[in-house]
């Protein structure tokens, strides 16, 4: 046990510790863990790591849809799934500035913009992307690109235009990794999030579960995330949408209860980490997602849309939000 951060009294010391040595074996016994032993261990964290516990709202847009050369199999953007979503020009500054906007006035405290690349090329397109960026920051929202691969340079001229947070998910375990994608290894991810965090962008970085993983996949893929040193400031926990025409379309939903597993290990392991309840919401219900706030959720995707798929409606979340009795990290001010 080593390193005991921010707001750690000597009280804290047994509870919150910063680690980046995990081994599989230590992961995995968390992960089983019985249920309500996890779950008792999760919340002494979160509370005690997160006190004033508040949960934030992340709007997503998709701004670049489909025709992505990459195969990832549980994706509906890539040209090689049949679900490939195309059709839609992208979207230019304007609109999104607008959408952000909206998601300002609903509640949203976050806007994330998504571009379906394998990687950024320089050109028009990039200088939208930054003025994007500039916009949304001028909003005094957050603002989170998700692009695929990036260089150094345009790493840097990202944090120039005030980019929050640089979205690149390791998606599962090295292990399982060649069963999902293949035109894009483990490695040139972690270079990917070298060079994000060599600009100062702060990393979002998680991955999926309900890809025909082993638990001892999600094991190896938390341990991952938890020792990039230091830990992605926030963690995406996503349960697969299985989309009809990609090779997963016939994969069935994830117990809810792994979802709230998950969530309780990222959180033990990365106590000061925004751990976000992500994709897949609609099929947890009303009771999964309040254990997972419970294990120390702290984020959702809010709206009635994910990238291409759906999400639970505003409406509906608020009213989970105060049935859960969970305050979100600010009210709109105007
Ligand atoms: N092209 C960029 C990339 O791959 O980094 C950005 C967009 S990509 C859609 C962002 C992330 O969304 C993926 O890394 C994956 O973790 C998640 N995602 C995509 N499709 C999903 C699905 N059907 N179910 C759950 N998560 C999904
Ligand atoms: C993340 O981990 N999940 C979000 C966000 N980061 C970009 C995306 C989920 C996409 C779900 C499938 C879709 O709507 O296309
Ligand atoms: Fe392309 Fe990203 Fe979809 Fe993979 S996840 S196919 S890189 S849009």
Sequence with gaps: ??????????????????????????????????????????????????????????????????????????????????????????????????????????????????????????????????????????????????AGMLTNEQAVRLAEAGLTAYNHNLDTSPEHYGEIISTRTYQERLETLYKVRSAGISLCCGGIIGMGESTTDRASLLRQLANLSPHPESVPINALVAVEGTPLENLRSIDPLEMVRMVATARILMPYSRVRLSAGREQLGREAQILCFQAGADSIFYGDSLLTTSNPQTEVDKELLAQAGVQVEWEPDN
């Design 1 to 146: 046990m080593k390193v005991i951060k921010k707001n750690a009294s000597s009280n804290d010391s047994n509870l919150i510790v910063v680690r980046n040595d995990w081994t599989l074996n230590e992961v995995q016994d968390l992960l089983k863990l019985p249920l309500m032993d996890l779950l008792w261990q999760a919340q002494l964290v979160h509370r005690t790591a997160n006190p004033g516990y508040k949960v934030q709202l992340a709007s997503l847009l998709s701004v670049k849809t489909g025709g992505c050369e990459e195969d990832c199999a549980y994706c509906p953007q890539s040209i090689h799934n049949s679900s490939d979503v195309t059709g839609q020009p992208d979207l230019s500054i304007k609109p999104v500035l607008e959408k952000a906007k909206k998601a300002k006035d609903l509640g949203a405290h976050r806007f994330c913009m998504g571009w379906a690349w394998r990687e950024i090329r320089d050109g028009e397109s990039f200088e939208a992307m930054l003025s994007m960026v500039r916009g949304v920051r001028a909003l005094g929202l957050e603002a989170c690109v998700t």
